[in-house]
């Protein structure tokens, strides 16, 4: 089975940077569009950015100018920039990747984001 793992993060202060990885394993295919996504405590989960094979970018607005996704096809991986950090970003992240003809998503375990006052 696809498999993701997260990893890279932690906690900050307001303000501060963290860059999030998340590598897909035990493909059997190669992958089509991967995003992270998060989840606040209470809250739904919720699109942060996506980036598709060919590179285009797709963000939430809430994080616009703020994160970057980036993504290295030959590692199976995908990051997550995260500048200037806000509380409100505190929530935990999970990738999400879409794998080439089995059109199929998976999700990572999520890595947990905090970011004090």
């Known amino acids: 089975q696809v498999q993701l793992v997260e990893s890279g993060g932690g906690l900050v202060q307001a303000g501060g940077s963290l860059r999030l990885s998340c590598v897909v394993s035990?493909?059997?295919?190669?992958?089509?569009?991967m995003g992270w996504y998060r989840q606040a405590p209470g809250k739904q989960r919720e699109l942060v950015a996506t980036?598709?094979?060919?590179?285009?970018?797709n963000y939430a607005d809430s994080v616009k100018g703020r994160f970057t996704i980036s993504r290295d096809n030959a590692k199976n991986t995908v990051y997550l920039e995260m500048n200037s950090l806000k509380p409100e970003d505190t929530a935990v992240y999970y990738c999400?990747?879409?794998?080439?003809?089995?059109?199929?998503?998976?999700w990572g375990q999520g890595t947990q984001v905090t970011v004090s006052s």
């Open positions: 999400n990747a879409n794998i080439r003809f089995e059109m199929k998503d998976y």
């Open positions: 035990r493909s059997r295919f190669s992958i089509n569009a």
């Open positions: 980036i598709a094979r060919d590179g285009a970018t």
